[in-house]
């Protein structure tokens, strides 16, 4: 088994961390500056940025504020939002980024998913994919529901649904040159009721290339879970680790309890 990973996440409004349910609700969470740096001494082993309404509001990722992050780790960095153009990238890497996160302009332009690979290797690209559960259509001839059917990908920070449905989208943004998929199930985000198990498991045996799970972490337990019996590579949480519920420390070593191999 190789190495899992955990990674906090900071969804950026205004300038700050902010969390909600099912994108809804936002409240406050903290400065992300602090937050970097508390996650880079806990142990975390990469950390994700989200300019969450750069999108919508049509604007670039507030530079200034990655800078500021990039320098409080020493570990991967991922950031996210209001990307359009290999320029854009170009931007965030000179600003302390490892690797990129596109979503909108992805499914707008799958083509970029290919300009950015070419460019600067797949290993910089990560494709987002925002996923809701809707009821799938019956199935024909008696035949059963295909794995992670009924999930389709939304974009413009979960407003829009482009009625795509998730595995093939993940699987096609793999096969464009994606390194990694940031998948999130907006049915569990902000719940606390545990990870998409089927959906996660689905994507995560669809594609050749590294997923990670995010959406409803909430226990110890719900990260076992998706790791043992969704094959995720990575989980993704925010408010568990932003407001103290559970330590990234305790949870590698219970993790490590579990069989599973982190890094401590």
């Known amino acids: ?19 909600g349910v099912r994108f809804e609700g936002l409240r406050d969470a903290g400065d992300p500056v602090a937050l970097a740096a508390r996650y880079a001494e806990e142990g975390a082993d990469e950390l994700v940025f989200l300019d969450i309404t750069a999108t919508n509001e049509k604007r670039a990722t507030l530079l200034p504020l990655v800078r ?24 965030l890497l000179l600003n302390g980024a490892d690797k990129v996160s596109i979503n ?35 199935p024909e001839g008696g035949v059963g529901e295909e ?4 999930w389709q990908i939304y974009t413009r920070a979960g407003t ?8 093939a989208w993940c699987r096609e943004a793999a096969g464009r040159g994606a390194g990694e998929i940031l998948l999130t199930s907006m049915s569990n985000d902000g719940t606390k009721g545990g990870f ?15 997923v990670v799970a995010s959406g ?8 076992t879970d998706v790791f043992l019996q969704a094959d995720a590579d990575a ?11 559970i330590g990234i420390r305790e949870l590698k070593e219970h993790l490590r309890q579990d069989g599973i191999l982190v890094r401590l």
């Open 1 to 19: 088994m190789l190495t899992k990973r955990l990674i906090p996440c900071l969804d950026i409004k205004n300038g700050r961390t902010v969390k």
């Open 68 to 91: 500021e992050v990039a320098r409080q780790v020493n570990i991967p960095f991922t950031v996210g939002g209001g990307i359009n153009t290999v320029a854009d990238v170009e931007l």
């Open 104 to 138: 909108s302009a992805a499914l707008a332009r799958p083509e970029v998913i290919d300009e950015l690979a070419r460019r600067f290797g797949s290993q910089c690209v990560v494709v987002a994919a925002d996923a809701r559960y809707h009821e799938p259509p019956p």
């Open 147 to 150: 794995p992670g059917a009924g």
């Open 160 to 167: 829009h649904n482009t009625g795509r449905a998730a595995v």
């Open 196 to 210: 998409a198990l089927a959906l996660t498991g689905a994507v995560s045996r669809a594609v050749p290339v590294p």
């Open 216 to 223: 409803g972490a909430g226990t110890r337990q719900d990260f």
């Open 235 to 245: 989980a993704l949480a925010a408010s568990i680790f932003h407001f103290g519920e």
